[in-house]
């Protein structure tokens, strides 16, 4: 693993091309005393150019990616939670560079969200969890880097994180949510999609302890969409098999290390299964799952040292066709990269 400095306490990060030259680059926010996000352009070898610093609200958390102004550029978009919450937008140059933020007031507490475009008008929208409500809400995208006053739907306290995908096999986007319960009750939620910007109620259903990061994937083959969690409290990550029409079967739990806080899928091994990369707050090494392609995976393999993390992304850094790990180093300043050997 390669250490490339960010700034204190990076929180998460994103990957996407900033500047257009077939690359992977990386963004990070950090939440240090003012709150700055810091971007690495990648040179397509595994290595990375040093940080560039941008301003941003105060305790920045969440990053979205995506051309909210139609100029054919990434901009970005940052939940801001901290005091005068806000979310921040930088609006991409397409050399890597971008603007001071535009800083768009936020109601309540934003945490982490999604880009999609949910109404179907060729624009992209965004949708946004609040970590002190029971809330998400919509901001239907103009295509002119402005969006629409939010549309706020019910969706189960303390929203944390969310994932998007077709979870009743109708055509049309639909959001799941983890929800903390400061009761001790933990539950995720889901709320159906109705293809113009609108969503149903929202059901909850059993997720394990405390539900944070999730993702998406048909883990076992059967064309519907499954969930895969990290539970800080219980150590371990939940797998949730769809059943197709909006609802799931009760958890499956494979331990991870102590306090796990980030999560990504990837081929990781190169069988064409789909694997889960975990990173823990508390714990020294990245674990990996490998899938088996029926819904089970392996108890989990350690890999590398001196590693722990709040977040973790896949993603081709050095153009070998293996997908490598970054993640952000959690309580320090850097984010690490980790090349895939296999």
Not at 13 to 24: K, R
Not at 197 to 219: K, L
Not at 225 to 248: E, H, M, Q
Not at 314 to 342: I, K, P, Q, Y
């Amino acid at each position: 693993m390669v250490r490339y400095e960010v700034d204190l306490l990076p929180q998460a990060i994103a990957v996407g091309d900033f500047n257009n030259d077939n690359h992977i680059d990386i963004v990070a926010s950090n939440q240090d005393y003012l709150g700055t996000i810091s971007v690495l352009l990648g040179y397509g070898n595994g290595s990375f150019a040093r940080k560039t610093t941008y301003q941003t609200g105060a305790q920045p958390q969440g990053i979205l990616i995506g051309d909210f102004n139609g100029d054919n550029q990434s901009d970005l978009i940052v939940a801001n939670y901290g005091v005068n919450e806000s979310l921040s937008i930088f609006f991409g140059h397409g050399d890597g560079t971008f603007t001071n933020q535009t800083i768009m007031p936020s109601p309540r507490t934003p945490i982490f969200g999604a880009v999609y475009d949910f109404n179907h008008d060729g624009c992209l929208d965004f949708i946004m969890t609040f970590l002190t409500d029971r809330m998400v809400s919509i901001y239907l995208g103009h295509g002119n880097g402005s969006f629409s006053i939010p549309m706020t739907f019910s969706a189960g306290y303390s929203s944390y994180y969310m994932t998007l995908g077709d979870f009743n096999n109708d055509n049309q986007i639909d959001i799941v949510v983890s929800n903390i319960e400061y009761s001790g009750v933990s539950s995720m939620s889901i709320l159906l999609g109705y293809g113009n910007g609108s969503f149903s109620a929202y059901q909850t259903f059993a997720s394990g302890i405390s539900p944070d990061a999730i993702v998406t994937s048909d883990f076992n083959g059967d064309n519907n969409l499954d969930l895969a969690v990290v539970c800080p409290s219980s150590n371990s990550t939940k797998i949730l098999f769809g059943y197709g029409n909006g609802s799931f079967a009760n958890p499956i739990s494979y331990a991870t290390g102590f306090r796990p806080f980030g999560l990504c899928l990837g081929d990781f091994n190169s069988d064409n299964q789909t694997d889960i990369a975990v990173v823990s707050l508390f714990s020294d090494g990245i674990s990996i799952h490998l899938g088996f392609g029926n819904g089970s995976f392996t108890t989990q393999i350690k890999v590398g040292s001196n590693i722990t993390g709040s977040d973790i992304r896949a993603a081709d850094f050095n153009g070998d066709g293996r997908l490598d790990l970054v993640n952000a180093n959690w309580g320090g300043t850097s984010v690490g990269v980790f090349l895939n050997n296999c």
